[in-house]
């Protein structure tokens, strides 16, 4: 899941001039960025993006952003070990016989009023589709005794919206398991990047975007030096987009500090919350919002007017 929150690395602090960490680690000066490099990054994610509406003929779709699989209330002690690594894996085994007749269709609902009818997968479709077969290293699995259709509040890659969710009881647990329940169906397919997640050839990650109440500019937020260019370990950033009929992926550029640290010169490893602003060409509207380095959509608020 995406967070704003500081990534904390457990490094200690190493001398720039013995122990020089990879460039670009959260907290430590990046390289400046080919921004040739980082336009044609863009430029792909966006044909990977557009190719998949095309696909979907041009309809409205729903594009939930971060995890499906959420829970109501914290683990107790008793269970609590156990059931987070289950969960985590997907271990859940349907006790109650639950059914295989899918709902009628439901409505997502977003904050600006507008909303999208959705087909809905059945209580036992839902589960099964959490249901990933990974292992959990001998934990028991949490065992399904029932399961209510309800809604809740989830990001989405046009903000905020209300879905519909299943809702499953556990045995031995208050807590509550929740997923997603709107068919796949509702969505889009975007053709992923051809590198590894783990190493993309360039750009830096951006986690969620603010928009202006007028769509004219991404404010984005991202993990990364703690300072300015105008100090040692300190990294200036800037940031701009690129855009399409329908996305818009933020690019960050990165300056680092230029000057002399000295050899006996430290610096962290642990990230720090930073932002940019971009400029669009034309008003966000309905558009996605996309990070450069696997073209995916991130969670976007709108601001109040007068912010």
Do not use: H
């Not at 080919?34 to 309809?59: I, M, S, T």
């Not at 507008?114 to 699995?141: H, I």
């Not at 029932?146 to 905020?160: F, I, M, N, V, Y």
């Not at 990364?224 to 100090?231: D, F």
């Amino acid at each position: 899941m995406r967070l704003l929150a500081i990534l904390a690395v457990s490094l200690s602090l190493v001398a720039c001039a013995q122990q020089t960490p990879e460039a670009g680690s959260p907290g430590l000066p990046a390289p400046a960025e080919d921004k040739a490099k980082l336009d044609q990054l863009a430029k792909e994610a966006l044909a990977r993006w557009d190719a998949a509406v095309a696909a979907n003929k041009g309809k409205p779709s729903f594009v939930p952003v971060g995890e499906l699989t959420d829970q109501i209330g914290n683990w107790e002690d008793a269970v609590g070990g156990n059931n987070k690594m289950a969960l985590s894996a997907g271990a859940l085994v349907d006790k109650a016989g639950l059914s295989e007749s899918a709902p009628a269709d439901a409505r997502v609902q977003w904050a600006d009023g507008k909303s999208l009818e959705v087909p809905v997968m059945s209580a036992a479709q839902t589960l099964r589709s959490m249901q990933t077969g990974r292992s959990c290293d001998g934990c028991k699995p949490l065992e399904v005794v029932d399961a209510r259709l309800s809604t809740k509040e989830l990001a989405t890659s046009r903000g905020k919206a209300t879905v519909p969710v299943w809702e499953y009881v556990l045995s031995g647990t208050r807590v509550i398991v929740t997923r997603v329940a709107v068919s796949p169906t509702a969505g889009i397919t975007v053709t992923p990047p051809p590198w590894d997640p783990n190493n993309a050839p360039g750009g830096l990650s951006v986690e969620s975007a603010t928009a202006s109440p007028d769509g004219k500019k991404l404010t984005a937020a991202f993990i990364g030096s703690q300072g300015p260019a105008s100090e040692p370990c300190g990294t200036d950033y800037s940031a701009y987009a690129v855009e399409s009929a329908n996305a818009v992926v933020i690019v960050i550029l990165s300056t680092p500090f230029a000057g002399t640290m000295g050899s006996n010169f430290a610096c962290t490893a642990m990230g720090y919350p930073r932002t940019a602003d971009a400029t669009l060409a034309a008003p966000l509207g309905d558009r996605s919002v996309l990070e450069v380095r696997q073209g995916l959509p991130i969670p976007v608020t709108i601001a109040s007017a007068g912010k």
